[in-house]
Every structure is written in structure tokens, then in C-alpha cells.
């Protein structure tokens, strides 16, 4: 049974920061990319953060650079995304994915809520 259960979520305060992780199960991880997306209320869905699934390589939306750093632990079936320098605007639900050709694999989602 495929799984990807996300955890770090949570309320912080503006310049603070959170460490999301995702943890993998049911498929052969080493195989996928894995990307973090997130949804504001009233807004489309939107990739955050890609990792590759052989060479590492790491790609950003560029509202993220520079303050999210993405990574992958291969030999703990995890991901991670480690925010810092949060915004208001980071508010929103953050979802695990795993993908590789046309699956595509996510988690349930966990808040992020930026606020004073």
C-alpha cells in the first residue's frame, strides 16, 4: 500500500521557519522525483520544490528561492523541505508527491500557517 505521510506543519510567526518532512512507503522510493506543492485557500495548486530521483538536482518556484531548501534521504524512504525566512504568503496546505513517467503518487497534506 503506497503512503506518503507529511508532518511538520504548523502555526509560526513571520521570518520564522518550519521543517516539513514526508515519509514514503509501498514503492520503491529511490525510483521517484519527489516534489512538495502547496494551496492557499481560493487558489490553484502550485509546485513549491522538485528533487530528482537519481541526481538530487533541485528546482524552486522562485517566490521559495533562496529560503526553502529541498532534500532527499534515500536510505529513510523521506524528503524534506526546510523553510525558513517564512512569509504570510507561505501560508497554505503543503502535499508530498512522488512521481516517475505518469504516476503519480500524494500525501494528505499538513498546514503551514504564517502569522503574527
Known amino acids: 500500500q503506497v503512503q506518503l505521510v507529511e508532518s511538520g506543519g504548523g502555526l509560526v510567526q513571520p521570518g520564522g521557519s518550519l521543517r516539513l518532512s514526508c515519509a514514503a512507503s509501498g514503492f520503491t522510493f529511490r525510483r521517484y522525483g519527489m516534489s512538495w506543492y502547496r494551496q492557499a485557500p481560493g487558489k490553484e495548486r502550485e509546485l513549491v520544490a522538485a528533487i530528482a530521483s537519481t541526481t538530487d538536482t533541485t528546482n524552486y518556484v522562485d517566490s521559495v528561492k533562496g529560503r526553502f531548501t529541498n532534500s532527499r534521504g534515500n536510505a529513510k524512504n523521506a524528503v524534506y523541505l526546510q523553510m525558513n525566512s517564512l512569509k504570510p504568503e507561505d501560508t497554505a496546505v503543503y502535499y508530498c508527491?512522488?512521481?516517475?513517467?505518469?504516476?503519480?503518487?500524494w500525501g494528505q497534506g499538513t498546514q503551514v500557517t504564517v502569522s503574527s
Open positions: 508527491n512522488a512521481h516517475l513517467f505518469s504516476i503519480r503518487y
